[in-house]
């Protein structure tokens, strides 16, 4: 049985390797990462899926400014073992995000992904066709949802993070692999 639940500190280590092993070091050089640099997930907003205690999936928000003014989310990276690829759990965890950034009362969420799978969670790159991000990316992969009506339309401008800055006592070991592995 899976369990999907919010991440604990515990989960950090786990989280990083699961992360190594689906994208590789590559992921620390993506625009999407400058974004979530140096922050903290969204409140609420950083599941882990365990199977026997042991950390088989993740996803996380993180808040971001959708052009002057203009608050959303940024999902990612979402990641499930590859052992387990193909059961499912990716959507799983997908719905259980979406469904608590809603009920938390966010409005939009962004995303750079593959376009025909985040498509059945009902992003669209014309959501996200007013805006850019700090860094190269792939038009057609750069994806937004409205969660409530309207959240993004006539959205234009840079994403810029606007989370609550990571502080050294709270990620002191993820934040120097990242810099270690990023230089």
């Not at 690829?85 to 950034?101: D, E, I, S, T």
């Not at 993070?161 to 990620?171: D, N, Q, R, Y």
């Amino acid at each position: 049985m899976i369990e999907i639940r919010e991440e604990h500190l515990s989960d950090v280590a786990g989280r990083e390797r699961l992360l190594d092993a689906c994208f590789g070091s590559s992921r620390f050089a993506k625009t999407s990462e400058r974004l979530r640099e140096g922050r903290l997930p969204a409140r609420g907003l950083a599941l882990t899926a365990t199977r026997r205690g042991r950390l088989v999936g993740t996803v996380r928000l993180w808040h971001v400014e959708a052009g002057p003014a203009r608050p959303a989310l940024l999902l990612g990276p979402l990641a499930v073992d590859p052992a387990i690829h193909g059961q499912g759990l990716g959507k799983v965890m997908m719905h259980a995000a979406l469904g608590r950034a809603e009920a938390l009362g966010h409005g939009a969420v962004l995303l750079v992904g593959d376009a025909p799978y985040y498509a059945r969670f009902g992003f669209t790159p014309d959501a996200a066709a007013g805006l850019w991000l700090p860094g190269p990316f792939e038009r057609e992969r750069f994806l937004g949802l409205e969660l409530r009506a309207d959240a993004l339309a006539g959205a234009e401008g840079l994403v810029r993070p606007t989370g609550i800055p990571a502080s050294t006592e709270a990620v002191p070991a993820v934040a120097a692999e990242a810099r270690r592995r990023a230089a």
